[in-house]
């Protein structure tokens, strides 16, 4: 078999591709954050069990222990938690306290909620703890999707179950937080880092 330079290339793209060749490719042809981290890439596995301690001592006061809401808007079951990941994980590092606020209201199964008590978590839990509290809240905690809300003092939701597969492999990586973190300290929203 004749090996062109376009069949080469395709070749090392793939073999970037595969986990094996992940710490072999090049800047030249990066495959997530360089340079390669193992402590960015942890099993879903590792990341729920940390989660569940780190979400019980840190969260489950303003949010229930089982995300159900509280002083604090559901996590659990929660249409706004599953749709909004990435400002969820702006959320949980910057905070919602600090004027102008990051977000002013919030709807949540819907269920109107006023920003400001959500507190800054970037100096207190390290990127590897905020992704095991988000992947616990959603591959646990999150064993329904909410389809939709009525409106009022008493929203009534119609959820459905998700399957414990998708349930299993639905993690936020430490690299996602990582991510988020560093460009929230490039841009000076957040100062400092635990």
Known sequence: MKMTRKKI??????????????????????????????????????????????????????????????????????????????????????????????IDTLVVNGRIHLGGGMPAWHDVLTDKEIASILTYLRSVLNDSTVVSCTSGDEPVCTKVARLPAAMAVDTVAVWEVKKVRDSLLANGVITTTP
């Open 9 to 102: 290339g395709l070749l090392l793209s793939a073999a970037c591709l595969s986990a094996f060749a992940l710490m072999a490719c090049s800047k030249d042809n990066p495959v997530g954050p360089e340079p390669v981290d193992p402590t960015l890439y942890l099993p879903a596995d590792s990341l729920r069990a940390v989660g569940a301690t780190a979400f019980a001592n840190n969260c489950s006061g303003c949010h229930g222990m089982n995300g159900e809401g509280a002083q604090g808007p559901a996590v659990g079951n929660s249409d706004f938690f599953m749709n909004n990941r990435q400002r969820v994980i702006n959320l949980v590092l910057r905070g919602n306290v600090s004027e102008p606020r990051y």
